[in-house]
């Protein structure tokens, strides 16, 4: 079965044109992170290459159906859901429901905020909109998703990216029998070699924080780990992926 794309609205997406509509325009660069992953699905049979490496770390078969860019993944009560680069739905080979968050990354880190600066940004927001929730969404995502209670800033958690503690959250609240993350790093000519260290850093870290139990040998290529956010498990996968895909 062929992966179709969808747009948030309903439309099928089946052009680098289209897709470049779901994205800000400033994105959109041959060699950045949103053209990369469009071009890797539409031009160069990523959705085969996913779907093998999720099978293999599930072992069991898997079908990805629906994908959407920009994926709305919410996963508190407050405003403000996880975007996605790519949501995608499917099945398992055992008849299960499959939600697949894909994070990609070429030249950015895990968003430009650690928990504890989104924490103390959130703070500084009270003062001048005593309405805001950020704050209290910043609580709610450690207590709720990794059992932290206490002061963000104080946090095991602190120095973590905040976009990868959103979207390990955004993956795991998506209603699914099967929850992935699959972080796709592209190796492209926009590739930053320091972003890129940061990155794998930030998500052994976060691994690490997390209980994460390794999945896969040390040598093959890739990272799979699995852990346990809101009482539900998360199987994360971590990869680099060459100019040919």
Known sequence: MTLRIIAFKGSEITTLE??????????????????????FIMNRS???????????????????EQGTPEYAARFGRYEGPARLDLGISGRTGRDESLFVGVEAKADEPFGSDTVCERWQKARETLKSNPRSKAAA?????????VGDDGEPCESRFAQVGYQLLTAAAGAVAVEADVSVLYVAVFRTLGYAEESGRRNRL?????????????????DSGFLAHGLTLDEKRLVCIYEHLGPEG
């Open 18 to 39: 289209q897709w470049s509509k779901t994205v800000r325009r400033s994105h959109w660069k041959p060699g950045r992170t949103a053209h990369s992953l469009a071009d």
């Open 46 to 64: 990523g959705a085969v290459r996913l779907a093998a490496r999720i099978s293999s770390v599930l072992s069991r078969q898997v079908v990805l």
């Open 137 to 145: 969404r910043v609580r709610e995502l450690l207590s709720r998703y």
């Open 202 to 218: 930030d998500y052994d870290n976060f691994m690490r924080l997390s209980g994460g139990e390794s999945l896969i040998q040390e």
